[in-house]
DNA sequence: CAGGATTATCGAAGCGCTTCGACGATCCCC
DNA sequence: GGGGATCGTCGAAGCGCTTCGATAATCCTG
């Protein structure tokens, strides 16, 4: 605004700046850009603010309010060096010496200058955005999905990547709009469905990315998912280490089983399995989580086999509950009944007494699906399964079972 | 891929492409570009691609793998139009002829043409994304948190916008950047303390922004919040049309009443105001929410004031710990005591028996969060305060107290 | 100490889009 | 039916960055 030349009016300026050879071209250029659209609503086309390359000497700060935007260009001058030498500065593509650095650095640092992200990612064909495809609404319990998002922001910070959050509702249009519009350069999904719409979509458009969750047809992709079924499996070795020879799966709700991810299928499948092979009775029912449908189902299960001792929830809705039951029932925990959880650790620990669980690992999940996307992005195409072995930790709701009438034969 | 021809050497395309007078110019341009970096890694100088205005005829649709981006220029190109007219159709700033708009929409189509965000961004000096910070961990209920984020992400799309997640801990420094970059339009953030140092920088950078949560100073903001003074006062009322006269407030853990956001404090104040305007004993208590915390309260109020009958729980955790130790103390709820929560309807109704609540509406939080964000970037500055008012409804927790020896006088 | 390799820097082109001004072609009103 | 307004379209500039090739300056190495 302090440069108050009207425009059409060639400015002729003579304030030195730049080398003679080029400034007709410079200043023929009609400036048709004023600044952000929020302050452009007063005056609309009356005072267009010179914006090329050769600003006056004492032009210094000042259109700060109205756009504050800080080029590169901007940093050069400062630093007395050409653009080119600030880019390489910053992107390390090219050697600099020290001293031009520190010159530069200082520039940046004291115009607080970031770099325009539009202008670098059409420039570099590159984002530096990660797309993160979340339930809207899902069988996953909502603070895992929490968490996971959260590690995997944290976890791209790292790697000087920022996330988008998609819904995934958004469904195989949204995979298409990303991979078109190269607003990301990579995609992680969550709750990922045996057979996921979106995986033709990721292929036929060779958009890297990541699943979280294991579906039917994996081949050429990168997933990361919890061990279910090593986590099924761990939680039937426990209860058999303990004693216990009647066990049951609480598990999630019916349409999990049916419609999903496989992860619960998984789970039951090597609790079965690794059950049958230590010689335990096992049972399985799903469960919807409700008060009413656990108090159903845990009914169900003593009435065909009393002798049941052994619990395994993969619900988390369903663990207050069943606790709450099993103290009703009279059912000393872990005394006489031994409850293993497949939740976050949270809940575990905030759960009166504290479970016994196979924790799920979401931070853990998300880093790792941030390190597959960025090695993707280096060129790295190897398709990976990466299950993450269970951890179950020992708490207080299991312990062994007092040698009574039905002793291990 | 397919036009292997040698770096440095001038490639004379002969085959008919664009107007004469601009091809010199053009095939004068030389070729730095050569795909996506991932695909570069192989053959790093050695094989570039044409990638200028100009390709030949038959190259449709063939370096797909290499580089899917369809670009507007060839969207014009098999519409037979100019590019700006496509991105006149597209934006719809200029009047555009019925025919050509369907020429032009069919070329979209059938390419399946996504503009590039980065440089629309860069042109267009709007990112179309709207920056969300969410707190990594905080004394909000993740579901909460969680719901808000999707709400915010759903109402966005229908703008046409998209979420940039970032997380509270990048603080300050994570303001500045987005800010900086142009990679937000505006910014919408979550968990705001009282004296929340991101407001400054806001304020400074001049960045379009909404609060969900009330700062201690919020002059020149937009902010939104759920009336959480109304929702204390709502339930003291409540209690007090039940006929009860000693009541409880069930809060946050210590931490929130000093620390943070001030809606512990807001929803304090209205409920004692309340119900010291409606004659009622009115007691508080902060909980961490544990088992153990929320029994030792609850033992405490009703030692001190044991003719206590009506309870406000403001601590989600706190819930299921308070109605099974009402359980178990023998007091029926609510023939004898009755409950309020303040929490999501989902909480709510999941609860045994099914709790009478003020719901958090998160949903519409994030709606209208986004709402301003929109209406700051069409202009409207206006500061706003936009508090929901609260929605008590009442389900199975509350009953009015059989006029038992202390009715009301 | 000549000459090739290396280092540090610059200039310029171009990424794909938006938007301005220009310019025919229509339209309408007196 | 002539002249101004309107409509529909085009060409070109420019957004801020990256990156190529070029070019001095410096560094060996024999």
Excluded: W
């Excluded at 000042?62 to 260009?73: H, I, K, Q």
């Excluded at 976890?155 to 190269?182: C, F, H, N, P, W």
């Amino acid at each position: 605004m302090d440069i108050p030349y009207l425009p059409g009016l060639p400015f002729m300026g003579k304030t030195g700046c730049g080398p003679v050879g080029v400034e007709s071209k410079r200043f023929t250029k009609q400036c048709h850009r004023f600044g952000r659209p929020t302050a452009a609503t007063s005056a609309p086309a009356a005072r267009p603010v010179n914006r090329s390359y050769c600003p006056s000497p004492d032009r210094t700060r000042r259109d700060g309010m109205e756009d504050s935007m800080v080029t590169l260009a901007e940093v050069a001058r400062q630093a007395g060096v050409s653009p080119s030498t600030v880019s390489y500065v910053l992107s390390r593509k090219r050697s600099i010496s020290d001293d031009t650095r520190r010159k530069v650095e200082a520039a940046i640092e004291s115009l607080g200058y970031h770099p325009h992200a539009g202008a670098r990612a059409l420039a570099s064909n590159r984002s530096n955005i990660l797309a993160l495809m979340v339930p809207l609404r899902s069988d996953m319990y909502v603070p895992v999905i929490m968490e996971i998002a959260m590690a995997v922001t944290t976890e791209a910070r790292e790697y000087g990547q920022d996330v988008l959050l998609l819904t995934k509702d958004e469904g195989t249009r949204g995979v298409r709009r990303i991979a078109g519009s190269g607003l990301a350069d990579a995609m992680i999904l969550m709750d990922i469905e045996l057979d996921d719409d979106r995986i033709p979509v990721l292929r036929e458009t060779d958009t890297p990315a990541v699943l979280i969750g294991l579906p039917a047809d994996s081949a050429g992709l990168a997933c990361v998912d919890l061990d279910f079924e090593a986590t099924g499996a761990a939680c039937a070795d426990h209860l058999a280490d303990l004693g216990h020879r009647d066990v049951a799966l609480i598990g999630e709700g019916e349409g999990v089983y049916q419609r999903h991810t496989g992860f619960a299928a998984r789970t039951l499948t090597g609790f079965q399995r690794r059950a049958a092979e230590r010689g335990l009775r096992a049972m399985h029912r799903a469960c919807e989580g409700t008060y009413e449908s656990t108090a159903g189902i845990l009914a169900r299960i003593l009435e065909e086999r009393p002798s049941t001792t052994g619990f395994v929830v993969q619900n988390e809705s369903a663990i207050p509950p069943l606790l709450s039951l099993l103290r009703l029932s009279g059912r000393a925990v872990p005394e006489e009944t031994s409850v293993v959880a497949i939740c976050p650790d949270q809940v575990a620990l905030q759960s009166s007494p504290r479970l016994t669980s196979v924790s799920i690992p979401a931070q853990e999940m998300g880093r790792r699906a941030v390190r597959l996307a960025m090695a993707q992005l280096e060129g790295d195409r190897a398709e990976s399964i990466n299950l993450i072995p269970p951890t179950l930790t020992v708490r207080d709701s299991t312990a062994a079972l007092a040698a009574a009438g039905f002793a291990a034969s």
